[in-house]
C-alpha cells in the first residue's frame, strides 16, 4: 500500500457543483496534514492545512479522519478557475523533514 | 519580496554532462528541499537541508549532490547527468516542516 494515496481523477464537473476528493494515508501517527493545489506546469501552492476539527475557508472545506485514515477536500460551486490538480500532503510530525509525504495528485477540470 | 527563485528554467544536456541548479529564497527560511516530479508520481524528495551548512539525503538522493554554504541558497548538483534524471525539479523552503512554500521548477531534459 502506498503511503498516501489519491484518486488521480480526472474529475471532470459542470461549473457550480460540489465535488469532493479523498486522500488515505498508511502511517497512523501522522501528525499534520494539508492540501496543495498544482496548475499545470507550475509549481505546488499551499491551499490549506487540515486539523482535526475540521476547516473552512471560503468554498472549501477540508476534514481529517483519524479512525479511518484519511482527509478529504469539498469545493462547493466550483468555479473555472478551480480547475487544477489538488496535491495532499502527510507530515509524520516532529524531526521529520524527510518524511513529508506527497500525493500523486487529483486532476479536476471544471466545464462551463 | 521575490519568494523562492530557481535558475535555470529549463536545461537539456547529454548524457554524462553535469550542471548545478540553483535555488535561492528570500524568506529567512531554515529548511529548504529539492524534490523531483515525474508523470504520475508524487513529489519524491531528493535532498533537504535544515539550516545553512547542513544537508541530507531524502527519498530519492542518487546521483545527486547538494551544498547549502550560505543559509539562502540551496544547490542541487549532478554530476553526470542519465537520461532517468529527466524530470522537473522543484525547490522550497520552509520555516519549519510545515508549510512549504515552492520555487517555479526546472524542466530538465537529459538526452
Known amino acids: 500500500r502506498k503511503e498516501v494515496e489519491q484518486d488521480p481523477g480526472p474529475f471532470n464537473v459542470p461549473e457550480g457543483a460540489t465535488v469532493a476528493f479523498n486522500c488515505t494515508y498508511s502511517n497512523s501517527a501522522s501528525q499534520s496534514f494539508f492540501w496543495y493545489r498544482q496548475d499545470c506546469r507550475k509549481e505546488p501552492k499551499l491551499l490549506m492545512s487540515v486539523y482535526s476539527s475540521g476547516n473552512e475557508d471560503g468554498r472549501f472545506t477540508a476534514q481529517l479522519n483519524r479512525a479511518s485514515q484519511y482527509i478529504s477536500l469539498l469545493i462547493r460551486d466550483s468555479k473555472l478557475s478551480d480547475s487544477a490538480t489538488y496535491l495532499c500532503?502527510?507530515?509524520?510530525?516532529?524531526?521529520?523533514?524527510?518524511?513529508?509525504?506527497f500525493g500523486s495528485g487529483t486532476r479536476l477540470s471544471i466545464r462551463p | 519580496n521575490a519568494g523562492v527563485t530557481q535558475t535555470p528554467k529549463f536545461r537539456v544536456l547529454k548524457t554524462g554532462q553535469s550542471m548545478t541548479l540553483l535555488c535561492a529564497q528570500d524568506m529567512n527560511h531554515e529548511y529548504m528541499y529539492w524534490y523531483r516530479q515525474d508523470p504520475g508520481m508524487g513529489l519524491r524528495l531528493i535532498h533537504y537541508s535544515v539550516g545553512e551548512g547542513t544537508t541530507a539525503k531524502g527519498e530519492v538522493p542518487d546521483g545527486y549532490n547538494v551544498s547549502r554554504l550560505k543559509k539562502q541558497n540551496f544547490l542541487l548538483g549532478l554530476e553526470s547527468a542519465a537520461p532517468s534524471q529527466t524530470s522537473v525539479y522543484f525547490c522550497?523552503?520552509?520555516?519549519?516542516?510545515?508549510?512549504?512554500?515552492f520555487g517555479p521548477g526546472t524542466r530538465l531534459t537529459v538526452t
Open positions: 522550497a523552503s520552509s520555516y519549519s516542516e510545515y508549510e512549504q512554500y
Open positions: 500532503v502527510v507530515n509524520p510530525g516532529y524531526s521529520s523533514a524527510s518524511k513529508i509525504i
